[in-house]
């Protein structure tokens, strides 16, 4: 009973080390957070993102993160300044639009003479009408309205010791169409040398808009840095900047990279040439369970020898 027993028990024992299922190996969780932040230029923050309750929830400790990345999204919209507005506008034209008569007065010198049959005689002055042409112009040009944002905004993140940037480099440009003719003034030209013009000046004008925008992404990975400030207390830091322009930021994203202690030790072994049995060992873990078969038998034997 008692071979029998030991032999069960070696038996159930070998059996338990053939069945033990094999640990998982690493796998990628993954938490973000809205942030929704306008970030202006020269603006930084740092921000500490506690991911141990995520982790506890998924069957991890901060200290088995064993890799991973942060992704930090954001947007940047045109941001147009004040308008600006072409001074002397382009394409101007002058056309003929008629003539019409101009009128002016002048004064006729009166005169007096005297004879000696008929005495003196006066005669006063007086002031006369004249007519002359003037030509009817009509002068137009256009004009810009100009709505610009022509900065490349830039988001910079830095996770641990590693700094990443991403800079907006999505290009649009639009018009509105043009409005009707707009009066700006009239006044004559040239009235002085018989060549009279009466130029009525107008222009018209539309809506440009210019700018640089788009998305912005970085992806960060966790550096020795960045681990250690994890694997700590759970708590990360994450590090905003706008170095150049301003822009929105929408989210954080972290993909972590985690694996269960035991079964990284597992893997350690596995992969460490001392850890696997020479044949000599095996050869004598197969000599002490022969004995302890034989040994039983030759003890049946002897009892029944009594």
């Known amino acids: ?16 080390i053939a069945s033990m299922p094999t640990q998982a190996g690493p796998i990628t969780v993954s938490q973000s957070f809205s942030l929704n932040s306008l970030m202006q230029q020269g603006a930084s923050s740092n921000l500490q993102f506690d991911l141990s309750s995520f982790l506890a929830g998924q069957g991890f400790t901060p200290a088995e993160v064993v890799g991973g990345q942060v992704s930090v999204f954001g947007f940047s919209e045109a ?39 008929s005495g003196c005689y006066y005669s006063g002055g007086y002031y006369a009408w004249a007519s002359y042409t003037i030509y009817d112009y009509q002068q137009t040009s256009d004009r810009d309205i100009r709505h610009t944002d022509d900065v490349a905004d830039r988001l910079q993140v830095t996770v641990g010791a590693v700094t990443a940037s991403d800079t907006a480099s ?17 006044y004559y030209d040239n009235c002085w040398d018989g060549n ?65 202690a035991l079964a ?38 002897r009892r029944d020898g009594d």
């Open 264 to 301: 990284a030790a597992q893997s350690t072994a596995a992969s460490d040439p001392a850890a696997v049995p020479e044949p000599g060992s095996l050869a004598l873990v197969g000599l002490a369970l022969a004995a302890a078969l034989g040994g039983g038998s030759l003890l049946r034997r």
């Open 79 to 117: 941001s147009y300044g004040a308008p600006q507005t072409d001074p002397y506008g382009y394409n101007e034209q002058t056309v003929q639009s008629g003539s019409h008569l101009g009128w002016y007065s002048y004064y006729v010198q009166g005169y007096s003479y005297c004879s000696w049959w």
């Open 170 to 186: 999505a290009v649009s440009s639009s018009a509105s169409g043009y409005s009707g003719l707009i009066y700006d003034t009239t």
């Open 196 to 260: 009279c013009s009466y130029r009525s000046v107008y222009h018209r004008e539309r809506d440009v808009y210019s700018a640089i925008y788009g998305d912005l992404q970085t992806v960060s990975a966790l550096d020795s840095a960045a681990l250690a400030d994890l694997q700590g207390d759970g708590i990360l830091l994450v590090g905003l900047a706008a170095p150049v322009g301003q822009f929105m930021v929408n989210s954080v994203s972290f993909d972590l990279i985690v694996q269960h």
């Open 1 to 16: 009973m008692k071979n029998s027993s030991g032999i069960g028990l070696a038996v159930a024992a070998a059996g338990a």
